[in-house]
């Protein structure tokens, strides 16, 4: 249900200083990308290799109990408010907002059949946070924090604000509209949830923030707002299957990594741009920056050789990014590689009227909206074509569970080729950890005095 068009990354499209002899290159990769394939599928399920995300999509046990829960409260809450952050969230935030009805908040209550609305709280600002618990009623609202770590900063003060605010309003039954989602074993997250009796569900071991989204992370939050979860469990594991084959020319996660890695290094275009044209994915592109960014800018190699590489991700949406970003990306460095997500058939048809003859506009009446957005993203394609920047195209039928399930497992596939070809440890984070960890001294954890210290002695010299 999704295809892969590079056509316009060849040489003979955009020219060799700017495009790849895509075919030779295939050839000349096609041993190393068939052992990368079979290693990372051999890996999978060995412990500390970070790869059990693969194995998510055939997880029928959390699958059945997330259902069991969702079933069990449905009809208690009007709300859902999702307390999280980075990979903990933008996963929830991608699949939601591409599967939900558009505007699903807004929705009266028999509009969404009686499912509750969602939230994603996914910063510290302190005005957005009160501004969300102005207008949620506590009493009917499931909150799900999310943390694998079971400590970050964000996450903790937010859930400390609003478990205070639901005792308060609840008294001891405020346990009951909380759900933990975080390690089966470790984390202050896990005591709490122990010692207060919460409902929890894990975030399985060897499985990274970036790559939680088919988890308990992003499917309980699915399940309680009525998405389809075996329908996109099965986009999973037919997208699994399509791409444990080791072949580069069958294989579109593969051919995505090559070009990518081989803009980058040969032809010094190491931005990729993700640029779906359709508002409905917006958030993918937002949680593909997660993704590509902290899987791959790394400064050491596998060796521990000093590297400090990786490919800047952007996120852009079509056609509205046309009015912002295109004049760049046209006339600007030729340094990005785009990637365009299509949309072939759309929920809706929407025709414009035509009720103005004025040349300038007279002929769009008569068209329709679906018309106007692809033949957008085709003219883009082809101005950038013109102006020699190459760009790939992820083609979806349809936005469903099954085909958006298949997009985001084929970009972490995606990913963690790419991260073979850099020869880099694509699922370690040590620069977040870094800034996390400074935080926690700013802000007086115990244990982090040393840094504190440091740490007021840097900021004080800059
Ligand atoms: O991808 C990652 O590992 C990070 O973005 C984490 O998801 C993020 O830092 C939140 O961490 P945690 O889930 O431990 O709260």
Request: aromatic share 10%; glycine share 8%.
């Amino acid at each position: 249900m999704i295809s892969l068009s590079y056509r316009n990354t060849d040489e003979n499209i955009i020219g060799a200083e700017n495009g790849l002899n895509v075919q030779q290159e295939f050839a000349n990769y096609r041993e190393q990308i068939a052992n990368i394939i079979t290693n990372l599928n051999k890996r999978k399920d060995k412990p500390g290799q970070w790869l059990q995300w693969m194995n998510l999509g055939y997880n029928e046990e959390t699958v059945w109990y997330v259902k069991e829960y969702a079933a069990m409260v449905q009809g208690r809450f009007d709300n859902v408010l999702v307390l999280g952050i980075g990979g903990s969230a933008l996963g929830g935030m991608a699949v939601t907002e591409a599967l939900l009805k558009p505007y699903w908040n807004l929705l009266t209550e028999e509009q969404r059949n009686g499912l509750p609305k969602i939230f994603f709280l996914d910063n510290i600002d302190p005005d957005s946070i009160c501004g969300l618990l102005n207008i949620l009623d506590l009493k009917r609202t499931l909150v799900n924090v999310v943390t694998k770590s079971g400590s970050t900063a964000e996450t903790m003060a937010q859930f400390m604000i609003v478990k205070n605010l639901l005792e308060k309003e609840l008294g001891d039954n405020y346990r009951y509209n909380i759900v933990a989602t975080t390690d089966k074993k470790t984390g202050v997250l896990r005591q709490i949830a122990e010692q207060e009796g919460y409902k929890t569900f894990v975030v399985p071991d060897d499985v990274g923030g970036r790559f939680s989204v088919f988890s308990a992370v992003g499917l309980l939050p699915f399940a309680l707002v009525g998405l389809d979860i075996d329908e996109i469990m099965n986009g999973i594991k037919d997208m699994d299957l399509a791409l444990k084959n080791t072949d580069i020319n069958e294989n579109i996660a593969a051919q995505n990594a090559l070009i990518h890695y081989l803009m980058d290094i040969k032809k010094g275009k190491n931005l990729s741009v993700m640029m779906p044209y359709s508002s409905r994915l917006k958030y993918v592109s937002d949680w593909y920056v997660q993704l590509w960014a902290e899987s791959l800018g790394k400064n050491k190699d596998k060796l521990g050789n000093d590297i400090h590489i990786g490919p800047t991700p952007i996120k852009a949406l079509g056609a509205t990014d046309q009015h912002s970003q295109i004049q760049l990306y046209n006339e600007g460095p030729n340094n990005k590689l785009i990637n365009f997500i299509r949309v072939k058939e759309f929920d809706n048809t929407l025709e414009i009227p035509n009720i103005f003859e004025y040349t300038g506009i007279g002929y769009l009446g008569g068209k329709t909206i679906n018309r106007l957005i692809n033949a957008e993203a085709d003219a883009t394609r082809v101005a950038l074509t013109d102006y020699n920047r190459p760009t790939v195209t992820i083609t979806i039928d349809k936005i469903n569970g099954y085909n958006i399930a298949q997009l985001l497992y084929m970009l972490e596939i995606q990913t963690a080729i790419a991260g073979e070809l850099y020869n880099i440890d694509a699922f370690n984070q040590p620069g977040v950890e870094q800034a996390k960890n400074y935080t926690y001294a700013l802000m007086g954890r115990a244990g982090y005095e040393d840094s504190a210290q440091t740490l007021q002695e840097k900021m004080a010299a800059v």
